[in-house]
Nanobody, 126 residues
């Protein structure tokens, strides 16, 4: 069992920045691929960014490339999502995710994800 606890959401003006954190704990939690998903009202949950636990490879949704950066501190077992140049369309609940399959993570197979955090709200005002 892996527990994921997100923090760092909030309200920010367009063009601003936020950093989300996700602390992972539990058995073998450091050996899971980690990702950030988001879900806006009335929309499906979508993959934002992911990081491979073994290689450190990353993957991003086209809409956030160049603006968001995912990183991982293995010593703290924490994954971060640094978000800059935020836009109103980035407004959503952001969820941390952990999965043992890199394919499942990058394809964004929502129903296949092993573990989810509780979510943190990010609101970008125009």
């Amino acid at each position: 069992q892996v527990q994921l606890v997100e923090s760092g959401g909030g309200l920010v003006q367009a063009g601003g920045s936020l950093r989300l954190s996700c602390a992972a704990s539990g058995r073998s939690s450091s050996m899971y691929h980690m990702g950030w998903f988001r879900q806006a009202p009335g929309k499906e949950r979508e993959l934002v960014a992911a990081i491979n636990w073994a290689s450190g490879s990353t993957a991003y949704a086209d809409s956030v490339k160049g603006r968001f950066t995912i990183s991982r501190d293995n010593a703290k077992n924490t994954v971060y999502l640094q978000m800059i140049r935020l836009r109103p369309e980035d407004t959503a609940v952001y969820y941390c995710a952990a999965d043992s399959s890199w394919h499942t993570m990058v394809v964004g197979t929502i129903t296949g994800i092993d573990y989810w955090g509780q979510g943190t709200q990010v609101t970008v005002s125009s």
